[in-house]
């Protein structure tokens, strides 16, 4: 498994595992804690979750059954809309605890609200003070956001987690978060789960130019999506229920796309988000709470 070192020198597997809406949005029941041990045992390490999917006490209980030592795992949480600011420590003491974990690999900001920001990673500055966190990140932040975080940032931020697919390559962000040193980690890699309702023929992964990529190499679409962002140095973090998609998108490093081929790939870009703008998603966000 190839991994990225941060801008503060911690580590991060490049390919994570997505827990948004296993079985169903906020679900956190023993399906979703067998569908992550399956991971786990085909290889995956690293887990993405958030206070928001309702599923941190089943990732919990995968982590405790798995047996596997809390070191080799790679955990990251988000702090929800509803408990930014002044709720932010609170919010991580609880995410802690959902998670029976005693520290997180790393802690985003889950979507920009600007007011807020500042006391937000405050907070999360003294929790990676007190190490109880290895790395703190952003989540959908635009550019300004950015900007300001920068004119107070103790610590500095180490990524930013965004939608990125192939039809919605975010190059200009892209550039701009290498440039700034911040890793690049795509949510929704290949174009959304069951959360957004889009349906499958809407997606990248039937697009032909993939498909005739996936039958050239003799892997899936999926492969070759999640390959375009690893051989670009991006992290990927795809969520899948069935065994054979869990399975084959951890097998990525038995081909090697071309510089045509990827730049094939990225000229697919429609500017087309299947998730929320985050010029407009806390005024959703805001009225979705954090489920216990
Ligand atoms: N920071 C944020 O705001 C944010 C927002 C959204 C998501 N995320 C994170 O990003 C993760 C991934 O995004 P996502 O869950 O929206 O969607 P995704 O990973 O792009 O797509 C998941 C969907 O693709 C299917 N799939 C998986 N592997 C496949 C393959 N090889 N071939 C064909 N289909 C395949 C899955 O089917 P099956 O499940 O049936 O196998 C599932 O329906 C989330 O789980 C979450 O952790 C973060």
């Known amino acids: 498994m190839t991994t990225i070192t941060l801008n503060n020198g911690v580590e991060i597997p490049q390919l994570g595992f997505g827990t948004a809406a296993i079985d169903e949005w906020q679900e956190d029941n023993s399906y979703v804690t067998d569908t992550i041990l399956k991971a786990m045992s085909i290889g995956y390490r690293h887990f993405d979750t958030a206070a928001v999917y309702g599923n941190e006490r089943a990732l919990g209980r995968a982590i405790r059954d798995s047996g596997l030592p809390r070191q080799e ?20 003491e609880r995410s802690l605890e959902r ?13 920009p609200v600007p007011p807020y920001t500042r006391e937000t990673w ?15 990140g952003l989540s959908n932040f635009r550019k300004s ?62 697009d032909p130019v993939i498909i005739q990529m996936a039958q050239k190499h003799g892997v899936t679409a ?3 999506i999640l390959k375009w962002n690893i051989q670009q140095h991006r992290i990927a973090i795809p969520k899948a229920e069935s065994l054979d998609h869990i399975r084959k998108n951890f097998l990525l490093y038995d081909f090697e796309l071309s510089e045509e081929e990827i730049k094939a790939i990225d000229s697919l870009n429609r500017y087309h988000r299947f998730g929320a703008d985050p010029d407009v998603a806390h005024e959703i966000n805001k009225k979705v709470p954090v489920p216990d």
């Open 222 to 224: 999926g492969q070759i």
């Open 99 to 111: 998670l029976q974990l005693d520290y997180l690999d790393l802690y985003l900001i889950h979507w």
């Open 122 to 136: 405050e907070a999360m500055e003294e929790l990676y003070d007190e190490k109880k966190v290895r790395a703190l």
């Open 145 to 206: 956001d950015i900007e300001q975080i920068a004119t107070f940032a103790r610590v500095r931020p180490t990524c930013n987690q965004i939608e990125l697919h192939p039809y919605l390559t975010q190059r200009e962000m892209v550039d701009y978060c290498q440039f700034h040193k911040l890793a690049v980690v795509c949510w929704s890699p290949l174009g959304s789960g069951s959360w957004s309702g889009v349906p499958a023929t809407e997606k990248p992964i039937v």
């Open 73 to 92: 795992l790679f955990i990251t949480s988000k702090v929800w809309d509803t408990e930014q600011g002044r709720g932010t420590a609170a919010a991580f």
